[in-house]
């Protein structure tokens, strides 16, 4: 058996035993919506690539049209008898191509770090973007998860593959797929210990903080500064280039 077939698996075998989204999948929903209303298309065609069982595609789908690609045809089916006003595809996404089918948004919402081809799922998000289209991430933070690991366990639940990226890391990948990086900033306090985590997650300090009227202002500085669990990226896929310039 190969890894994609273990991998497939592995997944239709956890997307039995998961109903409901928890909080850490709601607020990186609420800052993908919050990056969807700033790029302002309207009625926009979006992918969702590796959807699980379709929630976040189908919360999409209130906005535009929306397709959700996943490897596991397990989630695939449950995203099917959920949400029949979605299009969902089963799907390797390492091989998938969307042919002609061009789309205004792409959402990769943590599926990058289980990936050992991270490089073509962002060349593939490109492929997949009409210029000028946009890309919208989230990926867990690999300084605040190492941060926030006990000594000597893993720093992420047991999933197949774990190649988690600092923010370096992953603009560097965005940047080499040709986009161009328009917002970048990371997700939920109050994960990691040292230096600077150390000081915005202490409950006293942001207790003070908020008591002084500038606890909003000092958290939005910290997660825009990588102190989040998870980070999120907004991408803009350029417009094309012709003889006279930009079209």
Not at 62 to 83: H, M, N, W
Not at 141 to 162: C, F, H, W, Y
Request: proline share 4%; aromatic share 6%; glycine share 10%.
């Amino acid at each position: 058996m190969g890894l994609i077939e273990e991998q497939e698996r592995f997944y239709d075998a956890r997307w039995r035993d998961i109903r409901y989204a928890d909080g850490l999948k709601l607020q990186r929903a609420t800052a993908i919506l919050a990056a969807l209303a700033e790029i302002a298309v309207t009625e926009p065609r979006m992918l969702e690539l590796g959807c699980g069982t379709g929630w976040l595609s189908a919360i999409l789908a209130q906005f535009g049209p929306t397709v959700g690609v996943d490897l596991s045809g397990e989630a695939i089916k449950l995203a099917c008898d959920r949400y029949p006003f979605v299009t969902f595809l089963h799907a390797d996404i390492g091989r998938w191509s969307a042919g002609t089918d061009i789309f205004d948004v792409v959402v990769s919402h943590e599926v990058i770090e289980h990936l050992e081809d991270q490089a073509h799922h962002l060349r593939l998000a490109s492929d997949c973007l009409r210029p000028g289209g946009h890309l919208i991430l989230t990926t867990p933070n690999a300084d605040t998860v190492r941060a926030a690991a006990k000594p000597g366990t893993r720093p992420l639940s047991a999933q197949m593959i774990e190649n988690i990226l600092t923010r370096a890391e992953l603009m560097a990948l965005v940047r080499g797929a040709a986009f161009e990086i328009t917002q970048i900033s990371t997700l939920t306090m109050g994960y990691g210990r040292g230096g600077l985590r150390t000081v915005v997650n202490s409950p006293k300090v942001r207790g003070l903080l908020r008591r002084i009227g500038i606890g909003r202002a000092a958290e939005y500085l910290a997660l825009a500064s990588g102190a989040g669990l998870h980070t999120i990226v907004v991408a803009r896929k350029p417009q094309r280039r012709e003889a006279g310039g930009d079209t």
